[in-house]
């Protein structure tokens, strides 16, 4: 029997237990991460990052109230991660959350601070109106300071803070080198890319001369698509750079196609004889692949003139890419008229990685060719599978001294293009050439963290139509159906219960 005197121990020792859960949890903070790429899990690279640092980083985050719930949803996690830096830091770490739309004082400081709103759409009594919204955040350290502007939602949040904070700290960056002078394209042909690098590295263009060799303040020389020959006395500094330590990205062009008159021919630049010296043959050949992407045929209906998108396996679409962290976390990746690569390491200290490859449906072409946009392709077309078109190298390339090269059987993969041929890349492209960059020229491991983000998982291009209506009609059916059956066996289970206990007899 309750008693008034069991009840109010019982009370005691229920508060009790609370607050002693309250004072463990506050000691020791404890969090499961069960996302895939361990989202919410901070690296290692960023850990040593923050036990680097020798002064206080602090973070305002202007953000907006009230917020549609996708978008909130970035505050929260924004939030979250900032106790982890704080946790993980010993207090380094301080932040403070203000919101902007709260007056026009306050909206005018975040926008000198360099946080612009941008424009969404919020529904309000059934109906749709644009808002001004904030998602970014400041950062200072030791007189420094850096902006965030805007933190997408399912961006790769860690790599925006952790990059920041250790540009923040950098005392002298990282310089590299993009070759110019012999048809490579300028750095502002490849504003994406120069953007990320940026953030680490002391960026800047280098073209060869006789007087002297690459100097050896570059930490790697980047060479992207060169059209013209390169004169032996050169390739002979890129192996005394080599030699020096130095590393190099070499992403060649052995083939060009032209749309505009539709035949795609062979480039000698001298650079594949080179490469070949180290092991690594990118083979004069068009690589043809069924996951390709389209171009835009124009097309005469009646009195219209129709933009079609037609399938074109001379611009593969690589999805296939090695446990590698230039690789990791990359989903899709337009390679326009790639080459394929072979290799074979040139003594026992090299190793060769093959990063990326075609998809099990390819195949190859030999120049030069007549690009018919119109072919009807079939499966005979694509023999071959698997076709590498990217390799990371490394050890003892020259004069038995430990490297690292990173060759691409493209050239033209992360550049924007020029005036009116400049066009937007996809992020994945310009993922791929700044993380190949990072693995030769940076050993802080940030390069993992670029990709660590919430990510598409589109159906396989190659499945059939009638697979791929079956998969979405199940993802919108089967959950239904289980809540459906699960509800139909609990109701049966409680009915034959019922049943069971009216038929029981009760002993008095």
């Given at each position: 029997m309750l008693t008034k005197k069991k009840i109010i121990t019982g009370l005691i020792l229920i508060i009790g237990?609370?607050?002693?859960?309250?004072i463990v949890a506050n000691r020791f903070f404890v969090r499961l991460d069960l996302t895939q790429g361990h989202q919410y899990t901070l690296s290692k690279a960023t850990r040593d990052i923050l036990h680097s640092l020798d002064g206080t980083v602090t973070v305002t985050a202007y953000f907006s109230d009230n917020l549609p719930p996708d978008i909130a949803a970035v505050r929260n996690d924004f939030r979250d991660m900032l106790v982890e830096y704080s946790n993980n830091s010993g207090g380094k770490i301080v932040y403070d959350f203000i919101n902007p739309n709260k007056d026009t004082e306050t909206e005018r400081k975040a926008q000198e601070a360099g946080i612009s709103p941008i424009m969404i759409n919020v529904r309000e009594r059934d109906q749709m109106k644009q808002q001004r919204a904030?998602?970014?955040?400041?950062?200072?350290?030791?007189?420094?300071?850096?902006?965030?502007?805007?933190?997408?939602?399912?961006?790769?949040?860690?790599?925006?803070?952790s990059s920041t904070i250790k540009k923040l700290s950098l005392k002298n960056k990282t310089k590299i080198a993009f070759l110019e002078g012999n048809g490579e394209p300028q750095l502002s042909e490849m504003p994406q890319l120069n953007e990320q690098l940026n953030i680490l590295y002391d960026v800047s263009s280098y073209s060869f001369n006789d007087s002297t060799g690459i100097p050896n303040s570059y930490r790697t020389l980047v060479i992207i698509a060169p059209t013209d020959t390169i004169a032996p006395q050169y390739l002979k500094q890129l192996d005394n750079f080599l030699?020096?330590?130095?590393?190099?990205?070499?992403?060649?062009?052995?083939?060009?196609?032209?749309?505009?008159?539709?035949?795609?021919?062979?480039?000698?630049?001298?650079?594949?004889?080179?490469?070949?010296?180290?092991?690594?043959?990118?083979?004069?050949?068009?690589?043809?692949?069924?996951?390709c992407g389209s171009v835009m045929l124009r097309q005469q209906q009646g009195m219209l003139i129709m933009n079609t998108p037609?399938?074109?396996?001379?611009?593969?679409?690589?999805?296939?890419?090695?446990?590698?962290?230039?690789?990791?976390?990359?989903?899709?990746?337009?390679?326009?008229?790639?080459?394929?690569?072979?290799?074979?390491?040139?003594?026992?200290?090299?190793?060769?990685?093959?990063?990326?490859?075609?998809?099990?449906?390819?195949?190859?072409?030999?120049?030069?060719?007549?690009?018919?946009?119109?072919?009807?392709?079939?499966?005979?077309?694509?023999?071959?599978?698997?076709?590498?078109?990217a390799v990371a190298v490394d050890g003892n390339l020259v004069n038995n001294v430990y490297s690292k090269m990173v060759v691409f059987g493209d050239g033209d993969f992360a550049v924007n293009g020029s005036g009116q041929n400049a066009q937007r890349l996809e992020p994945d492209n310009v993922n791929l050439m700044a993380n190949a960059i990072d693995w030769l020229s940076d050993d802080t491991g940030l390069i993992s963290l670029r990709t660590k983000s919430i990510t598409n998982r589109p159906l396989n291009a190659n499945l059939d139509d009638s697979v791929k209506t079956l998969i979405k009609y199940l993802n919108f059916i089967l959950p239904i159906l289980l809540i459906l059956v699960y509800g139909a066996f609990r109701y049966q289970r409680r009915k034959k219960l019922r049943n069971k206990w009216m038929n029981e007899n009760y002993v008095q």
């Open positions: 237990i609370f607050i002693l859960i309250n904030y998602l970014g955040a400041v950062l200072q350290y030791e007189g420094r300071t850096e902006q965030i502007p805007f933190i997408q939602p399912g961006a790769a949040m860690e790599y925006a803070l030699a020096g330590g130095g590393r190099v990205l070499v992403a060649l062009n052995k083939v060009k196609g032209n749309l505009s008159n539709a035949t795609g021919a062979v480039v000698n630049t001298g650079l594949g004889a080179w490469l070949k010296n180290k092991g690594i043959n990118v083979e004069g050949d068009f690589v043809i692949d069924a996951n037609v399938k074109f396996p001379y611009l593969p679409i690589i999805q296939n890419f090695s446990d590698h962290p230039i690789t990791k976390g990359l989903e899709a990746v337009l390679m326009p008229f790639a080459s394929p690569i072979k290799f074979s390491p040139i003594n026992n200290t090299e190793h060769i990685t093959a990063l990326a490859k075609t998809s099990e449906k390819s195949g190859i072409a030999k120049p030069p060719v007549y690009f018919d946009v119109m072919k009807q392709w079939t499966k005979s077309d694509f023999p071959m599978s698997s076709l590498p078109v």
